[in-house]
């Protein structure tokens, strides 16, 4: 399955993942997510997501980086329902609220105003 930054997706498999002394955050079974980055491996590639930002790490062959989640925990998001388009917006809505707290009701008002057909779906 290929992926490409941007693309929202859902978590379906959570299970082994690495403690919180490599990551404090991390994917839940059913959580809506954004693509920030991709990283090609010989394992497959590895997801980083905006909605989770975890510490840098130092690889043993030398060099840093954020641990990323194997593409094999997620699965595209289908278009077709507002639980997950309310999901999606929910953490830019917060930062709305508190940047701008008039105009985050109002934005919020127009978004809620969206039709159902054309919001995302997580079968």
């Given at each position: 399955m290929s992926f490409h930054v941007g693309q929202v997706v859902v978590c379906v498999d959570d299970s082994g993942l690495p403690g919180p002394d490599v990551v404090t955050e991390v994917p839940k079974v059913g959580g809506v997510y954004t693509i920030r980055e991709i990283r090609p491996d010989e394992y497959g590639d590895g997801l980083l997501l905006h909605e989770l930002h975890n510490p840098l790490l130092q690889?043993?062959?030398?060099?840093?980086?954020?641990?990323?989640f194997h593409n094999r925990r997620f699965r595209p998001a289908k278009m077709t329902s507002l639980e997950v388009l309310e999901a999606v917006l929910e953490p830019t809505r917060r930062l709305e609220e508190i940047q701008h707290p008039g105009d985050a009701l109002q934005r919020k008002r127009q978004v809620l105003g969206v039709s159902a057909t054309s919001a995302l779906l997580v079968n």
């Open positions: 690889w043993v062959c030398g060099g840093e980086g954020e641990a990323s």
